[in-house]
């Protein structure tokens, strides 16, 4: 079993700024990338950001210049700092790892979301 806890997510008013975390834990062997996605009302889910175990990042041009992603590999935890937040990043924030487990199987896991919501 592996779990990923996601924390960070609230209410900002527009041009403010949030750090989302996300741990993974249980029987984790190693984890390759790790991302976060987002789904707004009446979307479909889409990424934000993506970063390899080597530090590689890869971003949505909707947000390029304005949020980063993190990851401490010690402490299988990916971070994602938002800055000059706009109401259209609105939207509930999931996490996403390519774990594999101690067994080495390989598979993706998910976290529960997080909400954040950017109004005044």
Known sequence: QVQLVESGG????PGGSLTLSCAASGSIFS?????WYR???GNQRELVATITAGGS???ADSVKGRFTISRDNAKNTVYLQM?????????VYYCNAAVVNTARARFASW????QVTVSS
């Open 31 to 35: 984890i390759n990338d790790m991302g």
């Open 83 to 91: 800055n000059s937040l706009k109401p259209e990043d609105t939207a």
């Open 57 to 59: 990042t890869n971003y």
């Open 39 to 41: 789904q707004a009302p």
């Open 10 to 13: 609230g209410l900002v008013p």
């Open 111 to 114: 976290g529960q979301g997080t």
